[in-house]
């Protein structure tokens, strides 16, 4: 199934950017917990589009149907399906893109890979697939909360050239939201807005990093081999649009440390095996320690800028792709929305997998 | 199934670093190929500890038997089980880590998730896990080999503070080889040695990165959502003991350059569709375009050194870490083989769903 | 994923009787399949309450909406959502069921299993959920006719104590669809009728055994061990409502033969490898062997019945429960259809298994 | 991965009568169960070849070996791998089989599903396979055992038109293992095995039917659509060599019953509900009730049987298969350990969803 993520709490999402909807299964969801479309629609409505002078012209409301699976606002334990209807298509604007390949973009690996496409504003590829994410990233953020507060938490670290100094206090969820641009120190967050517009003026984008830390996590989530904590958390991000790479803890930058310098020292704290560094970024040997998760993302620029731009058609013969369209001139501002939805579906899951194995029976 | 990998090529690991036996079940082979126990063990023998005097002089011959799936020298399309037995055990010596928990090892965490652990080299946190890895890669080389040319080459490019140039060409299998450090930039490789051997002299270690390059890669594997090439590719680096990091294309450093500099022009080139630059690393929209896969992966400083450690035991008190034991000071050389197999892995998985739905019926 | 079916062709479907809707999202279907919302609802159609006197009396449209998937009259590769509305809802007339458990029914597994339950209609147990597989068996159906011939022949053998003679020819649809009880002997179909209405007039209920046969099947669908397609038929027959039994071939009454009478002597036949007889059903070591596909399912008596019953509540305690509802009394003539659908999914996921693992590689 | 079965606690078996040898993986076991080699081997003892004089004379030890995943005489939660070596082989014995397919035998469909096959000694199809099943299940029934009272019982109701009386109690072990037959009732027993002794003597075989009962099953096991337990359970019946067919509770027999017969009426019982009849079979919705789980299964006379017989060869020419080899005259003895194991692996797999989805938070 390409199109389902997740073991037990497993989410499978639907739809295009200009076909009728888009929407997501959410399969193995707990029974019982209290869930209303309004609290779904606040995490949407922090991903739509349109929703500051930094993202797509795009005016989507984004509203959110449940299509079962609740019951007198409860979860039934039942498949819980959510709809969102596309609302603001123009389908003519797409037409030069029947024969054109968008360059970066999945134009010329589609219609390879599946003989045809559906062209319209990138269809499948497009970013609007990643609702379904956020709707059902609403539902395992609600689990996690009411299972004592494990918090997440993404916020944007750079944008272009401009990186903001390391966040060292977990941020709250206001400072994050405090500036467009999603980045919790302000003197940063007032430059990267001030570079988003200046590329956009120009037609121009740019790519930036997102941060995402975890707190309150429990001590025995993932697997020691295939499916490590941190190798379903790069999946689930890799799985993004327009993400380049990923990296937990120290990462590339850990390389540059000696092991004598990398270890993370165990210590005892309140009674609580913990350690004294955090160079690990919250998983040892696949399975969280306890300690924060720290990782970090990175997204290219916006494939689709309003220049002018060499291609191929269909036949192989060149052409030129006229600069139109709208578009995110960078993406990083609402995809902290999305990199926090992956990041609380694979830790659910990772949850009820491994209750599965070690709370089921007792010896 | 926490212990397998793949969809459709699946393999099942086994084994712990001082159990019985490592081994591997590979399940969904295709019949018909040509196989032979030399084969397989020709990898395993790239991947053997004691090859090079930068490696842990653990004694393994790692040999390797077939249990099942091959007659008179094809594979059957049933499961292909491979069995290699732990030969250098010394348990006695692994006495302390049954009380203490070694810095940045599993060994917490292991013991909180299951109750308990087998303490002995890390047991199934041991990298003699990955021996199962390589041994199932080298049958699916064979496959992306006979396929018509499929050619995965990794090497190292950076060791602690010693970064290689940028290699332009595909390196041939020789430079890699070349020298124990397999990298293919000869002064650079003679400087990572010299390091690895000052590191190793202290008692301590390091880390590096590794690139990984694909040609002939044709375009269609990966689909479009969740299981994208580079989001699969992302999961089998990081489930990979000591990696901290993932970037395919441009990756991290692709954030410094603006959309019109980072895209990827297309260009009609023998008759194909291809790009004149290739900072999307071989994969739009999750599916590779048929350019050259590029993709690095970061790993941490060997987290078993020989100097004392602080840490606590098992009821959270204070204690040391004697130096102690039989490592790798730096793992990225023999890694290098682990990151070709688990490349090959997720490739011809890829290429046998792409098959799957999109060659079985025509209309 | 409790809620999806297959591994390749997968189908998740969601909904509940008197919830907001039904539906399916069919992943993995082959791209360029031409295929209408008419196509579907025809097979809906087929299987709708109130299509003849026999049926409930409840009135439904289930009008299927295409919500995803094609493009221009054709399947695009990706995610293929469907959705009906619920319609005719009575909430008020299920006020009675929050409290009491029907015999024979979900009311009180779901209940213990999942703390509490939608409990109108039946909810997520209402074979309203099956609308979901008709949808997507409906395009499995078209995939498997465009392969070049297989055809899916389910027919109602026996209703309560009358059973009709053994069908020795393929039948056609027209002799099927002749008659509301769908049997494809007229004379029997007649009896049937009569008995079901006899029942239904005395507030009671039958079950019966539905054959279903396939023809056109290539040798080779069907794995060598656990996914033998007989087992995987099983799994989707006993994963229909009130159904009790499986067999194939020669099934339960196959024990009264020696292996002498009952081993199908293999032949030559218009130079192919055929056997005379068929008392394997079509599979042979999990695998068709090209003959038709035979089996049969056995359905229990509707549970749901006009007649008081005595039963417990919520506390445990005695009580009665009034005739009251709209119900199928014998559900075998609409199964047909669904019947139909199940064997569809499971040949054409497994026709994508076999092709990707013996169609993928040439060596 | 068609050699495996369970989600959660997953099998995965390996291979061929006259390969080197059988095994299997257990994935997802859960941590810290006291199991020995011994206890394995006593499971297998009673499914092994040549145990009684109504058995094929093959012999066969079938000696059990831990390869991973036990430390201390406890499971560790990893990957448990156990191994069978063949032993009696006569590869020169299966020489004619090489080109000639035996009737109603895998022969046919392996070598053109796969191209070629195995000859010998029926590969992969042969039921050693089960080996793996039965070591697997060994360590399942224990689980169950330790979870507070689960006990598996199976036993021979059929040998050809021999029907053994209803069995109205839970028998013993000790009744059902009195006999060669596992029939518990003496005097039926007694003339299944003179009926068994008397086909063979012809150079014949006899089918069966086994029924299993399961007391102690908790409420709530079973998934409400597509993996309802009797799916699950007949998927694993009819992915056993020889079976056609499954039926549950009632069975084809409900048919004949009227509904206001057939619904199991609940009653309140010690504080419980439960029902006062069970022709449900333990199971309802798809989900265990508390009550015994009640199937039966049919298996087909043995395919090889000691005479000639008529069939082609790999060319599709006529030819003649001499009668030889060793085998069962009838399956059902030996299978009756087979089915207890392979419903062991159902229920424990369940469990650990069942325990997933509704056990692991609280709201």
Known sequence: MPNSFGKLFTISTWGESHGPSVGVVVDGCPPALPLTEAEVQAE??????????ITTPRKEADTIEFLSGTFEGRTTGQPLAML???????????????????PSHADFTYTTKFGFRDHRGGGRSSARETIGRVAAGAIARKILKLSGGVEIRAFVTQVHDIVAPTVVKFPTL??????AVRCPHPASAERMIA?????????????GVIECRVRGVPVGLGEPVFDRLEADLAKAMLSLPATKGFEIGSGFGGVLLKGSQHNDVFVS????????????GG??????????????????PTATILQNQRTVDLR?????LKARGRHDPCVVPRAVVIVEAMTALVLVDHWMRHAAQNKTFKF
Chains 1, 2, 3, 4 share one sequence.
């Open 316 to 320: 192989g013969a060149r052409t030129e």
């Open 44 to 53: 949407l409505d922090r991903r739509r589009p349109g929703q500051s002078d």
């Open 195 to 207: 570079r988003i517009k200046q590329v956009r003026a120009k037609g121009d984008s740019v790519g």
């Open 174 to 179: 206001a400072q994050v939201e405090a500036t």
């Open 84 to 102: 969102v209807r596309n609302a603001d298509q123009r389908p003519g604007a797409y037409d030069e893109m029947r024969e054109k390949f968008r």
């Open 269 to 280: 704290r309140r009674g609580q095996v913990g350690t004294a560094t955090n160079r690990s």
């Open 283 to 300: 998983v040892q040997g696949g399975i969280s320690n306890g300690e924060e998760l720290v990782f970090r993302v990175a997204f290219k």
